[in-house]
């Protein structure tokens, strides 16, 4: 996909892009800088070695300026947009700095590691009017793009209940994962993008949450916990419910096992890679829907936003509210306690 138009001038040329850290989801920029003309890595901020190194193996950092730390990129560098891909600990402080120089900001998931954090970066961010976007780019699959078309169409009736899935092979974790403080729990880290989904695609809201997690037999993972599970209210009384877990066996045919089931009082919506999107209904009997929306990416429906006039998938206030989600949902499992959201 390209910014090709009658509107590419509007398009700065070279969209200079900075990236602060290299431990999250960079490819989500990489992969626009392969197909965007005019899209260039400007400047990276990388304090470890080791991922510097492998980052200037990549011929799209060849043009790249690296540094150590973050506030000297952003005083030495002319920036169209931002993208923060460092560790979940230490991102606030990345994040209002960003926002005190009004750059777009595409950020890594959870927005902040806690409650005071998410409202410090949120008054910097209504200060400045940054825009800001997060890195959730399951919104820009094409089958959960259907379910959310689907559910809004009325074909399923009212939302009533929804099961979500997220399993991963463990692999080989960084030390930065391994310490609450670092990376700020399994529940924030992975369980945000069905969570994201959940409330995208239903339309509805959460109200409370309870939860559990736990590290289960794995202890050379430190504190992260490898096991998870969550239970949230929603605002019609229905419930959603989410299991996560690094349990997925390493001989599994790919890295993870996504599901999302979206039961409604008038039929299901079900997603699973190895039976596709499903849809049953009062009056028709299960079949598969094979007609989906083409892929998108994220980085460049948000650069359209930001430079075409169109309307970006997720907007800020989605941001915010789905790190707010869970971050209580792991204050739940925390306390063993029911947590108003």
Not at 16 to 37: K, Q, W
Not at 54 to 62: D, E, I, S, T
Not at 181 to 195: A, Q, S
Request: proline share 6%.
């Amino acid at each position: 996909m390209t910014l090709a138009g009658p509107q590419t001038p509007r398009v700065p040329d070279p969209l200079r892009v900075g990236i602060i850290g290299l431990d999250g989801h960079v490819s989500e920029i990489l992969d626009a800088a392969r197909t965007v003309p005019g899209l260039r890595v400007a400047a990276v901020a990388e304090s470890k070695p080791a991922l510097v190194q492998q980052a200037r193996r990549n011929p799209l950092y060849g043009q790249t300026k690296f540094y150590e730390e973050f506030r000297s990129l952003l005083d030495g560098e002319k920036l169209d947009l931002v993208a923060v891909c460092g560790e979940t600990g230490g991102r606030a402080a990345v994040l209002q700095a960003c926002a005190e120089r009004k750059l777009p900001i595409a950020s890594e998931k959870p927005l902040t590691r806690t409650l005071e954090e998410l409202g410090a970066v949120r008054a910097a961010v209504d200060r400045g009017g940054a825009p800001i976007t997060m890195l959730l780019p399951m919104r820009f699959s094409p089958h959960y793009a259907a379910m959310w078309k689907l559910v809004r169409s009325g074909e399923i009736g009212e939302v009533v209940g929804m099961d979500a899935q997220k399993s991963y092979k463990l692999g080989a974790r960084p030390d930065w994962m391994k310490r609450r403080e670092r990376f700020g729990g399994t529940i924030p880290y992975v369980g945000i993008h069905m969570v994201d989904l959940m409330l995208w695609i239903s339309g509805r809201e959460f109200t409370e949450a309870t939860a559990f997690h736990a590290n289960v037999g794995v202890p050379e993972v430190g504190e992260m916990e490898n096991t998870a599970a969550a239970l949230f209210r929603m605002d019609n009384r229905g419930t959603a419910s989410l299991r996560i877990d690094y349990l997925r066996p390493a001989t599994a045919p790919t890295h993870g096992d996504d599901r999302l089931r979206i039961a409604g009082s008038q039929g299901v919506l079900e997603y699973q890679e190895a039976t596709g999107l499903t849809l049953m209904t009062r009056s028709e009997k299960r079949r598969v829907v094979t007609d989906l929306p083409p892929e998108r990416s994220l980085l460049v429906d948000f650069v359209e936003s930001l430079y075409l006039g169109k309307t970006h998938r997720i907007r800020p206030e989605e941001v915010f509210r789905v790190t707010e989600v869970v971050l209580k949902a792991r204050e739940a499992a925390d306390t063993g306690r029911v947590v108003k959201l």
